[in-house]
Structure formats: C-alpha cells, structure tokens
C-alpha cells in the first residue's frame, strides 16, 4: 500500500507560479511511476504530467508543455509539480498517482492522494 498526500497548491495571480509536492507514505515511493492529473469543476479528471521511477522518462500534456515541470527526489519519497506562468485555465484540483510504469490513461493508475486545490484568478 502506499499513501499519497499533495500540498502546495493555493491562489495564484495570472502569470504566477506555484510547486506542488507529492508525498508517499508506507510503502514509499519505490519504483512507482506518479502522475499529476487535475480535475476542473464540471470537467472531466485529466493528465497534466507523469514521471517513472529514475525520472529519466517525463511526458507532459500539450496544454502544459513548456510551463509545467515535474522531477521526484526517492530520498524523500516526494513528486514535486513545478507551475509556471499560470493561467485561469489552470484552476482546478490536482490530483498525484502512482502505477507500475508511466502512462497517461487515468484508468491505469491505482493508488490516489485527495487532491490540492490550485486557483488561477485574471
């Protein structure tokens, strides 16, 4: 069993940035791949970005690509989201993951943290 527990999210002007972390608990971090996926109200939950386990493999969704960076520290069991230039679109809760190997299909993932909420005000 692992635990997921995000932090960092908050109220962000437009432009503005924000790091979210993404820390395991019980099992750790281990060889887990973890995603970042974000659901907006009356939106459907989707991928924003993902990480293998030596953080060598990184795939990002379009609508963040260029603005979004994630990287993972196994030391301290912890994921970390890195938002830059934010933009209203952003608003949303956001949710890490973790499953056996790096995918971008939501169905694929098995162990969930209850989300952080991330505001984007104009």
């Known amino acids: 069993q692992v635990q997921l527990v995000e932090s960092g999210g908050g109220l962000v002007q437009a432009g503005g940035s924000l790091r979210l972390s993404c820390e395991a608990s019980?099992?750790?971090?281990?060889?887990?791949?973890i995603g970042w996926f974000r659901q907006a109200p009356g939106k459907e939950r989707e991928f924003v970005a993902a990480?293998?386990?030596?953080?060598?493999?990184?795939k990002y969704a379009d609508a963040v690509k260029g603005r979004f960076t994630i990287s993972r520290d196994n030391a301290v069991n912890t994921v970390y989201l890195h938002m830059f230039s934010l933009k209203p679109e952003d608003t949303a809760v956001y949710y890490c993951?973790?499953?056996?190997?790096?995918?971008?299909?939501?169905?694929?993932?098995?162990?969930w943290g209850k989300g952080t909420q991330v505001t984007v005000s104009s």
């Open positions: 993951a973790a499953t056996s190997y790096i995918v971008t299909i939501i169905a694929e993932y098995y162990y």
């Open positions: 990480i293998n386990w030596t953080g060598r493999i990184i």
């Open positions: 019980g099992r750790g971090l281990g060889t887990y791949a």
